[in-house]
């Protein structure tokens, strides 16, 4: 296996070996069978013949798009995206990078190979997609502007913790220095590019991490309208963010349309119809994700199961360790691990509270350490009030609530839901919530030791009013319900939807009612908050 990897290595750096073996061997079929397009390459000429026929193709004022992606399942989502966007009249660049996976090496014969595969695959969108693989673009002679370099040192960075799913990880590390050399290559090619077309907008799915995230940081450093896009649990829903990282999901536009408006009674009845699934473990319409293992059981059954006295109780409801709604979210620690072993440590030391930290359950799927990890090796003996609820264990989160006098939260949504409860809550993260008038938001660890000392000595002075319980509710409403714009393919079910959702569909009066306003956002049209 190491003479063939060292040949491929030789041949690899020779011009033209990759292209002529491809087409003697190789031409017909997928490189290795962890790069894939066939779906793509069947779908392509369809696709193009629905574009073609449609109203708005041929229009003459659309815009000039670069839509990016790297990694398999991607291009083919931003190819399907792509073309639709054709079928409005807008003039579609997809420029791709054709890696089957971000955090393993691959020699260059073989990226050559998938990269001739992708090629021919996405010539069967032309006319209709200018297909470019940013392989073959030149990168700037210059060295990287500062802050353009800074954000390639972050983003290797937050990659190589989204890999691991740890949060303190070794820059000298194969992994990171991998990492780091993608990320650079990536940077200086797509400042090239850009610089030398300047499309009007700039698309890309997720644009946190991976070379996604360094298009995103160039395209911005350029000042070239940028669309970041993601999809969260619910079907035929997309967030979006213009100029912004999606994953960070700021709110403050959607909060400021609706803080003032009262929520509606049959707002409020969708609201408690999604969280009452929530408590029971059921799916509920069209969201895809169960959020518990079982139904609740009875906060005072869950205290007594704990063995939990009379003293007050706080709530820590961990995220998963590297969740990519984690990393970068810092306030004030260096990260949500130095939170944790901190916040663990201090409550450790006081006899008058209760610690009740619950891991998150999707640490159920995650390959990562665990919570529960950090917490022994912060106390090495877990002292009488603090108990660990692990992933597997049969307690529903919503019976904790119950029980809970305090949240303390770094990311995760249940501290939405805590405040939601009249459980007053600590939020130490750059979450979407956090400062939305129903949270305390320390900016320090002397404000946050100094509000847990507070809530020690004074619990009454922590209690909600009734006026920002019922804002935690109307902010519910619009995160779930009105944040989330009509889309009809979301990843990874594009496939599945794309039978309900032809393109064709999309492209009809019916499609552009549904969804016309979405694909609008897409091209940079700023997002108009009305309610739905």
């Known amino acids: 296996m190491k003479s063939k990897a060292a040949v491929k290595k030789i041949l690899g750096e020779l011009p033209l070996t990759a292209d002529i073996y491809w087409l003697i061997q190789q031409s017909e079929e997928p ?4 790069y894939y397009l066939n779906k793509l390459e069947d779908a392509l000429p369809r696709w193009v013949d629905q574009v073609t026929s449609s109203d ?68 069967r969108a032309d006319p209709i997609l200018k297909a470019v693989s940013l392989l073959d673009v030149k990168g700037l002679k210059d060295p990287l502007p500062e802050p353009l370099k800074q954000a390639v040192d972050e983003i290797s960075l937050r990659d190589t913790q989204y890999t691991t799913q740890l949060e303190k990880v070794d ?14 290559e990536a940077a200086l090619k797509a400042i090239n590019w850009l610089m030398t077309h300047s499309p009007d907008v700039v698309i890309i799915p997720n644009g946190s991490i991976l070379e996604m995230g360094i298009f995103y940081q160039v395209a911005n450093y350029l000042d070239i309208p940028t669309i970041t896009y993601e999809f969260g649990e619910q079907r035929n829903r997309i967030w979006l963010a213009l100029n912004k990282e999606v994953m960070r ?22 609201v408690r ?43 820590l409801a961990a995220n998963v360790i590297g969740d990519s709604l984690t990393l970068g979210r810092q306030m004030f620690s260096n990260n949500m691990t130095e939170w944790l072993e901190r916040t663990v ?59 809970a006098d305090l949240g303390l939260v770094y990311t995760t949504t249940v501290g939405l839901e805590m405040a939601m409860s009249g459980v007053p809550v600590l939020v130490v993260g750059q ?46 409403y619009n995160f779930f319900f009105e944040y989330p714009a009509p889309f009809p393919w979301p990843m990874p079910r594009f496939w599945k939807e ?24 897409l091209v940079g049209e700023p997002r108009k908050w009305t309610t739905s």
């Open 31 to 34: 490189p290795t069978k962890n």
């Open 56 to 123: 708005y193709h041929s229009k003459i004022d659309g815009k000039r798009v670069l839509i990016f992606a790297a990694l398999h399942y991607w291009i083919s989502h931003i190819a399907l995206v792509g073309t639709t966007l054709s079928g409005l009249g807008h003039d579609v660049v997809l420029m791709y990078l054709p890696y089957a996976r971000w955090e393993e090496p691959i020699n260059r014969f073989d990226l050559r190979r998938q990269d001739l595969y992708t090629r021919r695959v996405l010539q």
């Open 171 to 184: 820059r000298d590390s194969d992994l990171y220095k991998l990492r780091l050399a993608r990320n650079t």
């Open 249 to 270: 999901q700021e709110t403050d536009d959607l909060w400021a349309a609706f803080r003032d408006r009262p929520i509606t009674n049959n707002e409020l009845e969708k």
């Open 273 to 315: 119809d999604l969280f009452g699934s929530r408590q029971k473990a059921d799916l509920w319409k069209n969201f895809s994700r169960r959020w518990q293992i079982l139904p609740s059981q009875g906060g005072e059954q869950v205290r007594q199961s704990l063995g939990l006295d009379d003293r007050p109780v706080a709530l």
């Open 345 to 403: 440590k201090y409550i450790a030391e006081r006899s008058d509270l209760q610690l009740v930290v619950r891991i998150h359950p999707g640490e159920r799927h995650t390959k990562g350490p665990s919570v529960a990890e950090i917490v022994n090796q912060a106390l090495l003996t877990i002292p009488e009030n603090i108990r660990l609820i692990s992933a597997d264990d049969q307690i529903n989160t919503y019976d904790l609530l119950e029980i």
């Open 431 to 476: 979450t979407h919530y956090r400062e939305k008038g129903f949270t305390f938001d320390p900016k320090s660890w002397e404000d946050y030791f100094s509000l847990l000392e507070r809530f020690a000595q004074n619990q009454q002075s922590f209690h909600l009013t009734s006026e920002q319980v019922d804002l935690a509710w109307l902010y519910a």
């Open 498 to 521: 794309l039978e309900d959702w032809p393109i064709e569909r999309v492209l009809s009066a019916e499609g552009l009612a549904e969804y016309g306003d979405t694909f609008r956002y």
